[in-house]
């Protein structure tokens, strides 16, 4: 069973900084794509940012220039840098995991952090 732990979130004023950690154990296979998801409250759950496992990245439009995610594919680690927070990034944020066994997709979800920005 893969589990997914964060840390990280928390209260901070607009402009500031924030990092994100998820750490990912269980797996007996390689994580394909690891990433970060938000969802506020009243919205669908999105995508901010995902890096694959030979580190190539994805990034919500939203977050480009200001948010950096990294992986340390032999800890089984990823982070989320976030600079220059805007009250608009407000939201649970998710650490996904997506495994391809065979061909099938399996994904796995953490268990949520919250990040507040106050204007």
């Known amino acids: 069973q893969v589990q997914l732990v964060e840390s990280g979130g928390g209260l901070v004023q607009a402009g500031g900084s924030l990092r994100l950690s998820c750490a990912a154990s269980?797996?007996?296979?390689?994580?394909?794509?690891i990433g970060w998801y938000r969802q506020a409250p009243g919205q669908q759950r999105e995508l901010v940012a995902e890096?694959?496992?030979?580190?190539?990245?994805n990034y919500a439009d939203s977050v480009k220039g200001r948010f950096t995610i990294s992986r340390d594919n032999a800890k089984n680690t990823v982070v989320l840098q976030m600079n220059g927070l805007k009250p608009e990034d407000t939201a649970s944020y998710y650490c996904?995991?997506?495994?391809?066994?065979?061909?099938?997709?399996?994904?796995?979800w953490g268990q949520g952090t919250q990040v507040t920005v106050s204007s």
């Open positions: 996904n995991a997506k495994i391809v066994v065979l061909g099938r997709r399996f994904d796995y």
């Open positions: 890096i694959t496992s030979g580190d190539s990245t």
């Open positions: 269980g797996s007996p296979f390689t994580i394909n794509v």
